[in-house]
């Protein structure tokens, strides 16, 4: 509606039908900019997001578990640029006094090789002849490619004239009878697969360039064998893991071929590990062709413990079933650092000081025990985290529907119960960061592998995964730990089994 040029020739009633029409539409205005400033708040906070996803630091990323390879070239880069300035500085100006480089000392085991640096001649130009006074020694690391040697087994046959019977002693029990490889072949075959991230063709590769060329296909027989052979003892290992009160519960997408099909879909691995506070240091992969909830639910069976995971509804059905729910404090805290960063949100800032202050008691309580840890939370965690309670409620009711800021503050105060409940049981952690970190490797070789080949690939990788990362839970170096198991698992009970896992496993040397 337009308003007339000379308000003087309307009348009362006509006046105020105008005033009301004019207020009308800038009520709807109003409401059309602030419509448009939530959505221009919203989009400028994905986009911030997004380029943090791609151009961020890792700690702060979405998807902590995406590590890139451009890591590497970065490192290189810098390097490069570093050493051409260190160049460019030594061109123009006088060199600064070098400090001397502060590295560790080559390990003294490593064979060594002298080489002598000496005057071409041991008279002086004037004539005189040199003394020796002295020495300075500088050491370099050399490598050379893995060297393989024999193992000749030789069997004596012994017969007796008397009654002509022939003794000979047995072969002994190996991972694959009648084959080429010792435990310790085999053992280095897997590290580099799941530990290293090299795949079998350059495997194939490096053992030719040694003089031993062994098929990509052969290799791929072994390593099959010895995730057969090696189930055993992650059944036994799952058996303890469901023992415990408290687990640990995340998942990551890993491309699975497609049987069939020349292309990919998306599979699941599954990781459940004990806590930092239990005694038994343990992770059990479970590989899955998807994300539904029927898979937690069959790995976990009957147990109705405590399960620290976040807010994923996989695990919803299993909260029905009696499992208690754990929130992870650390993935409430990450949407808010996410908002800080994208709009440099003074609420998000609020928030991430206020839990901040939660960690700080985190750290406090470390080492301390289970009741003592609990007590110490009750006293100094349970006030920071009402205030944070209430904080949170009462921003809420400042902010607009569907904002950025509306949906972090949502997240947490729709899980408080799950995220709070952490206050009432010393032996229950603060988040969920543990099970993240031994899930890393399989984000790392994803870059290396691309796929897994079959849902049978994937599971036999989550069985050799389990005990490689349960080795270095327990502070044994996986090589060793895994050649040893190889070479004792043939002749080994089943009711010792136990003594082959990674935290009860010592070695027989």
Not at 413 to 430: E, N, Q
Request: aromatic fraction near 6%.
């Amino acid at each position: 509606m337009n308003a007339p040029s000379d308000l003087s020739q309307l009348s009362p009633d006509q006046l105020r039908h105008l005033a009301a029409t004019l207020m009308s539409q800038v009520e709807e205005k109003d409401k059309a900019l602030r419509h448009s400033e939530q959505v221009n708040q919203k989009l400028t906070y994905e986009l911030a997001l997004l380029k943090r996803h791609a151009f961020g630091k890792r700690s702060e990323q979405l998807n902590v578990l995406q590590i890139s390879l451009l890591d590497e070239v970065v490192d290189a880069d810098i390097a490069a640029i570093e050493t051409e300035l260190e160049d460019l500085n030594s061109t123009s100006t006088s060199p600064a006094p070098k400090k001397a480089p502060k590295r560790a000392p080559l390990p003294p085991e490593l064979p060594r090789t002298e080489i002598r640096h000496d005057p071409q001649s041991e008279h002086c130009a004037c004539g005189c002849k040199l003394r020796r006074i002295g020495e300075e020694v500088s050491e370099k690391l050399d490598y050379t490619p893995g060297v393989f040697h024999v193992e000749r087994h030789i069997r004596g046959k012994w017969v007796c004239d008397q009654c002509e019977t022939l003794t000979q002693a047995p072969m002994p029990a190996q991972i694959i009878d009648k084959g080429i490889p010792t435990a310790g072949l085999l053992a280095q075959v897997l590290i580099a697969k799941y530990a290293d991230h090299l795949p079998l063709y350059r495997q194939e590769q490096i053992f030719a360039r040694a003089g031993v060329p062994i098929p990509r296909s052969t290799l791929a027989e072994w390593v099959g064998i010895c995730g057969v052979r090696l189930q055993p003892l992650i059944d036994a290992l799952r058996d303890l893991l469901l023992d415990e009160p408290v687990l640990h519960a995340d998942e990551t997408p890993v491309p699975m071929l497609a049987p069939g099909k020349k292309r990919t879909h998306r599979a699941y691995l599954w990781a459940y590990a004990t806590t930092p506070y239990a005694g038994l240091k343990a992770v059990v992969y479970d590989f899955s062709e998807g994300r539904g909830g029927q898979h937690a639910r069959d790995f976990l069976g009957e147990w109705l413990g405590k399960l620290v995971c976040d807010d994923y509804s996989g695990y919803k059905q299993s909260f029905a079933n009696g499992v208690t729910e754990i929130g992870c404090i650390a993935h409430a805290r990450r949407k808010f650092v996410d908002l800080h960063v994208a709009g440099k949100s003074q609420i998000a800032g609020q928030a991430i000081e206020l839990i901040g202050q939660l960690y700080q008691v985190e750290r406090e309580a470390q080492s301390l025990s289970a009741d003592e840890r609990q007590r110490l939370r009750e006293t100094k965690a349970r006030p920071i985290a009402d205030a944070l309670h209430r904080w949170m409620l009462a921003h809420r009711e400042k902010v607009p529907n569907g904002s950025a800021t509306a949906k972090a503050l949502d997240y947490s105060l729709k899980r408080w119960a799950a995220l709070k409940r952490y206050l009432d049981d010393g032996g229950l952690p603060i988040d969920n960061n543990r099970v993240e970190n031994l899930i890393r490797p399989w984000a790392l070789g994803r870059s290396n592998w691309l796929f897994a080949g079959s849902l049978r690939s994937g599971q036999r990788a989550a069985t050799i995964m389990s005990l490689i990362q349960g080795a270095k839970l327990n502070g044994h170096e996986p090589y060793a730990y895994l050649k040893d198991v190889l070479e004792r698992l043939p002749t080994q009970k089943a009711s010792q089994l136990h003594e082959l896992l990674p935290h009860h496993w010592q070695h027989t040397d």
